[in-house]
């Protein structure tokens, strides 16, 4: 074998064997594509960005039937769901909701019988509202000095 040539057993990290791997790879392909991208991607190289485009094509050549969004996924590189604004938007909504009745019960015990104007402004407030509120519940001298009254 001509020392050219790169093999898996010599250089098991070389960039080309990750750009022919959607080519080559004839078992466990979507079990072996999300180290080969993570492997193209960490390139500095100039042109390295070249075989993050050879690779990619020749996967979704490979795998006509797949949306773009399922090669994405394949390659491990979609967004977490944890990450998105829509979750952090809906986990906010529970978030709220509990930090509400939390400091619900904290001013009931703090000032008593909550009037109405008090739940009306604890029902319209955004959470980094009733975080502040929860923090400065032991400095204020009255709900009024508190919420604002309106």
Known sequence: MSAGFVTREREPDHPLLAVFLPLLADWALAEQVPAAWRRLE??????SK???DVFL?????RH???SFEEIMRMLQVLTPLEETVAYR???????????RTILRKQLGRRFG???????ARLEQAETAQL?????AI??????EELLGRE
């Open 50 to 52: 070249v075989l993050l």
């Open 42 to 47: 960490s390139l500095t190289e100039p042109g």
């Open 138 to 143: 032991f400095d204020a001298a009255s709900l």
């Open 113 to 119: 019988r909550l009037p109405a104007w008090a739940v």
């Open 64 to 66: 006509r039937d797949q």
């Open 89 to 99: 938007q809906l986990v906010g909504i529970g978030n709220r909701e509990e930090a």
């Open 57 to 61: 094509s020749w996967l979704m050549e």
């Open 131 to 135: 975080e502040t509120w929860a923090e």
